[in-house]
């Protein structure tokens, strides 16, 4: 598979959730960051990248209008649409995936709460589909001693070798993601679907820079590392 404007892969970027570790009076896709809403900077990566040829934008409900506005904003043409998100993740994947055409073949779902997406990360996960796997995931090993409690206690240390810490974004070839959206959801990330579906799920390298946004302090954090990036 190679980078080119139709190239069959569509991205749904999940914006939908509210926030609540985070706080504030906006969602957490509209926290300013670097003068401009969260939201913003993945989606102007994925509008530049030459991977994806289209977009769906998925919304805070009542915030669909606001996310069309700031696509026009940054000139952001590849969005096909801005659609309300649900009550969980999975249900926001899930109303971004129905607005994308039957003829897409690679579906890319990208969290807007991490900003810092860099091409070559959308490049080993679509190359990955590309290579036959039904999805492929960013992930890094696990770098800190894990252990399992019990209310305060360590229970156990868990042996980290072979453990991962799973990123955005997450391709997969369409059937296979539709398919596993219309079953069961019990997983945190659109992959879990997958493979409790039967999928071949791969790993490829992430990024450290894709670090999440949840807290303040890591809005903070993602703003360093933006102004070290530019
Ligand atoms: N998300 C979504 N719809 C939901 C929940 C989450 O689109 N119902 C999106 C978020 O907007 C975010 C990504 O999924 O880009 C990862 O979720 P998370 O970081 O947990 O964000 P929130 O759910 O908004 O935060 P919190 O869990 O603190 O409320
Ligand atoms: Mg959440």
Redesign the pocket.
Known sequence: MTASTGSGVWAV??????????GGKR???FANLAGRPL?AESLERLESSDWVEALVV?A?PEWEEPCILLAEEIGAGKVHAAVS?????????RA?VAEVPEEASVLLV?????PLLQDEVVERVVTAIGEGWDGAVPALPLADTVKLAEGEAVAETVDRAGLFAVQ?PQAFLAGPLRRALAGVDDATDCAGLVEAAGGRVRLVEGDRRLV????PADLDFVETLLGAER
Do not use: C, Q
């Not at 998100?85 to 994947?93: E, I, K, L, P, Q």
């Not at 990208?110 to 991490?114: I, K, L, P, W, Y």
């Not at 999440?212 to 807290?215: G, L, P």
């Open positions: 970027l999940v914006a939908a959730g509210r926030g609540e570790r985070f969602p957490k896709a939201l998925v805070p998100g649900g009550a969980t993740r999975a249900d926001s994947v971004g990208h969290d807007a709460a991490r955005t999440k946004v949840t807290t």
